[in-house]
């Protein structure tokens, strides 16, 4: 049923930026806590970005803070990353994920991640 659909990566030069969409379909998008991931060859999935359901409070790892902004609009189903200042380390597969809340079973759905690379 629910699915995510992530989109936006691409090969990007160090200090351009980059905004990654998520689009949210077959469950309550607006109920769900949106996240960013991201994963690079050989090492662990890292957590940069989360938004709660209403878009009231955002938080991001240490390092991304400062470049990435994470949001969202409820009305289109869909969230959203947009970072700035790309640094070579960010490149990586982002993965939008949404987690509903503990009334509504504490689910989980998935985006099929989207590369992004940071080269020049």
């Known amino acids: 049923q629910g699915r995510l659909v992530d ?3 691409g090969l990007v030069q160090p200090g351009g930026s980059l ?11 607006s109920e769900y806590r949106l ?4 994963q690079a060859p050989g090492k662990e999935r890292e957590l940069v970005a989360q938004i709660t ?3 009231q ?10 470049r990435f902004t994470i949001s969202r609009d ?11 200042s790309l ?3 960010d490149t ?4 939008c994920h949404a987690r509903s809340p503990s009334w509504l079973g504490a689910l989980d759905v998935w985006g099929q991640g989207t590369l992004v690379t940071v080269s020049s």
Request: charged share 20%; proline share 2%; with cysteine.
């Open 19 to 29: 905004r990654l969409s998520c689009e949210a379909d077959g469950f309550s998008f």
């Open 35 to 38: 996240d960013w991931y991201r």
């Open 92 to 95: 990586a597969e982002y993965f």
């Open 57 to 66: 409070s955002t938080e991001y790892a240490d390092s991304v803070k400062g």
């Open 7 to 9: 989109s936006g990566g």
């Open 74 to 84: 409820n009305t289109k189903n869909a969230g959203y990353l947009q970072i700035d």
């Open 87 to 89: 640094l070579p380390n």
């Open 53 to 55: 359901s209403t878009g």
